[in-house]
């Protein structure tokens, strides 16, 4: 295609790309964090809740996660892997009972989202064998409300540890939303 446009127009146009270009390069980067958009009760027109989540990661692009719901015997364990390693943690007992999660909504219409915003390496827990991922996970496959779900994390961290940096959880179910940092 030729353009119609004017040499001088152009011009302008390709140097403010080149720049731009460079500007991007050269100023540095330190974002880890994903992308939530929580909505209130207020905010929307039916009084719902609302939280989308998009893990910003270059590995994680499509991908649409699935926990059946599961009547687990006494005694069950599940084995807990970090989520940016897959690194196996520990194992931890099963409930009596999970829930179904597709994504990060369960079937109860409890959703939880997260924004890293790392935190002092000093202080991460070594010992411990719970990261974020695990967490939002448990959470679901455990809770019907948004304030079990921040129950169920508070209790799994005090218990096992929390194997991650700084996260901001974000968390709601059909009437209720609440954000949590950890």
Not at 21 to 45: D, E, F, M, Q
Not at 150 to 157: D, G, H, P, T
């Amino acid at each position: 295609m030729i353009s119609t446009a004017p040499a001088s127009t152009l011009g302008v146009w390709r140097n403010i790309l080149f720049a731009s270009i460079i500007v991007t390069l050269l100023i540095p980067s330190s974002a880890t964090g994903c992308t939530n958009y929580l909505v209130t009760k207020g905010a929307s027109t039916d009084g719902s809740t609302m939280v989308s989540y998009a893990a910003d990661s270059h590995i994680r692009y499509g991908e649409l996660y699935f926990k059946p719901r599961g009547i687990w015997p006494a005694g069950s364990m599940i084995t807990l892997y970090d989520r940016g390693t897959n690194k196996p943690l520990g194992q931890i007992p099963q409930p009596t009972e999970t829930y179904q999660v597709i994504g990060f909504m369960n079937e109860y219409q409890v959703a939880i989202g997260e924004t890293t915003f790392d935190g002092i390496s000093e202080l991460i827990d070594s010992t411990a064998i719970i990261d974020y991922g695990s967490l939002m996970f448990l959470a679901l496959q455990r809770s019907k409300t948004a304030r079990e779900a921040i129950k169920v994390i508070a209790e799994l961290v005090e218990q096992y540890g929390y194997a991650s940096t700084g996260e901001s959880f974000s968390i709601s179910d059909a009437t209720r939303f609440g954000s949590w940092r950890l």
